[in-house]
């Protein structure tokens, strides 16, 4: 370990830190805006200079190797002028457009010209324009007068995905961020650049002019689009903002998904299908209705029937979910684990186009939790092997391949082979209930409920303990 003073602050780090990832691990706050811990050290927006003692001039934190006894200033006065005047070079050209800009509020620029810019303007002469709102692809958006030029974007396309699609193009101020091979920027983890732009240049399509972000509020949450069951938080109205002028449906939405930094699972990367998937998920429509027989009942009567028939079952069957979480399974198992056979099967496979494999983040099976249900039920596929009751529980499952057994569907979304199931019990979907997936390499990740269940929706642990 290696002593040394930041800001009279005595603190230890492991030899080969950067004075910035020392900073930052204890809580002290360096101003950045090309730096990011998962990308490769650029040192081109200057703003993190900081002093070190027995040096004459100022370092870029970024970059700078920590040694021994080393004594370094971050808020000093040359340290402040230099902030000063590296905000006057970057603003020099920048478009005053925090009043239309998406990024408002979430702006790192926004917030370190509040926070160390000059009072007054650098410049006297007309900005220098360049194009605005240009379509990298159908879903970012670029606004090269915004851009900072940090390269964040460019070094996630050549160190992260792996695409090398995109390039800084052209010199001094005519430079912008450009599609280096004229293409569409087609790269499949190509959302993040939203997520890790600085600044407002680069734009999710979707969530354009969609809402304030001081409107909202992120749940933390599981993708639930691969085994991989990367960590993302979930953007809704914030419950303060609830306004009846909006309506149920603005007020009950997903706006937006972003990455939600996870070392051990994904890091702070998902991919695009992540970023779409949940907002998918809330378009489809929902079984919210109980049914016997194709007609809706009460669910008190509902359920009644369907305790009758488990308890006259002699053969009964279930086809446990890979989207259930851990703790579904688990209330299953306790309540009516002893009575049924378990089957295990994958809920969804890869959709026509879809990457199915990757060597980055995407995993072939695209269920979030087939690792738990076998490590709680082992694996065994479905055989008809007499049984007189079966349990569908999730998607995916062709009724017809039942035989004559009785069919007990629980559902979150409407089926046209919902009329052909004996008994439907609509359950709700993950992003109603808090629990936990595991994914391939066996980490459990929690996700925590964004939304209430519709009325008659039923949690499906709760409902095991019902039916026993």
Same mark, same amino acid.
């Given at each position: 370990m290696i002593e040394l003073k930041i800001d009279n602050q005595v603190i230890e780090t492991q030899e080969g830190e950067t004075v910035m990832e020392a900073a930052l691990r204890h809580g002290i706050h360096i101003p950045h805006l090309c730096y990011?811990?998962?990308?490769?050290?650029?040192?081109?927006?200057?703003?993190?200079?900081?002093?070190?003692?027995?040096? *004459? +001039?100022?370092? *870029?934190?970024?970059?700078?190797?920590?040694?021994?006894?080393?004594?370094?200033?971050?808020?000093?006065? *040359?340290?402040?002028?230099?902030?000063?005047?590296?905000?006057?070079?970057?603003?020099?050209?920048? #478009?005053?457009d925090c009043g239309i800009c998406d990024k408002a509020g979430e702006c790192r620029l926004q917030e370190y010209q509040m926070k160390y810019g000059a009072d007054e303007p650098?410049?006297?002469?007309?900005?220098?324009?360049? #194009? +605005?709102?240009?379509?990298?692809?159908?879903?970012?958006?670029?606004?090269?007068?915004?851009?900072?030029?940090?390269?964040?974007?460019?070094?996630?396309?050549?160190?992260?995905?792996?695409?090398?699609?995109?390039?800084?193009?052209?010199?001094?101020?005519?430079?912008?961020?450009?599609?280096?091979?004229?293409?569409?920027?087609?790269?499949?983890?190509?959302?993040?650049?939203?997520?890790?732009? #600085?600044v407002g240049a680069l734009l999710s399509r979707d969530f354009l002019y969609k809402s304030r972000v001081w409107y909202l509020e992120p749940v933390r949450s599981v993708c639930p689009g691969c085994a991989r069951g990367c960590s993302i938080n979930i953007w809704k109205r914030a419950h303060h903002w609830h306004l009846r002028a909006l309506g149920e449906e603005k007020n009950r939405m997903?706006?937006?998904?972003? #990455?939600?930094?996870? *070392?051990?699972?994904?890091?702070?990367?998902?991919?695009? +299908?992540?970023f779409d998937l949940p907002k998918e998920l809330m378009k489809r429509p929902r079984a919210l209705r109980p049914l016997v027989h194709g007609a809706f009942v009460g669910l008190e009567e509902t359920i009644g029937e369907a305790k009758r028939l488990i308890s006259q079952a002699s053969s009964p069957a279930i086809l446990v979910s890979a989207w259930a979480s851990n703790e579904e399974l688990a209330a299953f198992k306790q309540h009516l684990g002893e009575r049924f056979t378990v089957y295990t099967r994958q809920d969804a496979g890869p959709e026509k186009g879809e990457i199915v494999e990757d060597n980055v983040l995407i995993k072939g099976d695209k269920n979030p939790n087939s690792r738990g249900v076998a490590d709680l039920f082992g694996s065994q596929a479905y055989s008809q092997a007499g049984h007189d009751l079966v349990i569908v529980w999730g998607e995916g499952v062709r009724l017809s391949d039942l035989g004559s057994a009785t069919v007990i569907q629980l559902s979150s979304f409407e089926n046209a082979q919902d009329k052909n199931a004996d008994i439907l019990i609509p359950i709700s979907t993950f992003m109603e209930r808090s629990g936990s997936f595991t994914n391939f390499e066996g980490t459990a990740n929690c996700f925590d409920k964004v939304f209430d269940k519709p009325e008659l929706v039923q949690h499906a642990g709760e409902l095991f303990g019902r039916l026993a």
């Open positions: 990011h811990p998962c990308l490769s050290i650029a040192g081109n927006c200057r703003i993190c200079l900081v002093q070190v003692n027995g040096r *004459p +001039k100022l370092m *870029p934190a970024c970059n700078l190797p920590i040694t021994p006894g080393m004594e370094i200033e971050t808020d000093s006065e *040359p340290v402040r002028a230099a902030r000063r005047a590296v905000m006057q070079f970057i603003t020099l050209n920048h #478009p005053v650098f410049n006297i002469d007309a900005k220098h324009h360049k #194009p +605005k709102f240009y379509d990298l692809s159908d879903r970012i958006v670029y606004d090269a007068e915004r851009c900072i030029l940090c390269s964040r974007c460019v070094r996630f396309t050549r160190e992260v995905s792996g695409s090398f699609q995109l390039g800084i193009v052209e010199r001094g101020s005519h430079s912008r961020v450009e599609r280096l091979d004229q293409g569409t920027f087609d790269d499949p983890y190509s959302d993040n650049v939203t997520t890790i732009c #600085p997903v706006y937006r998904v972003t #990455p939600c930094d996870n *070392p051990e699972i994904n890091g702070p990367w998902i991919c695009n +299908k992540g």
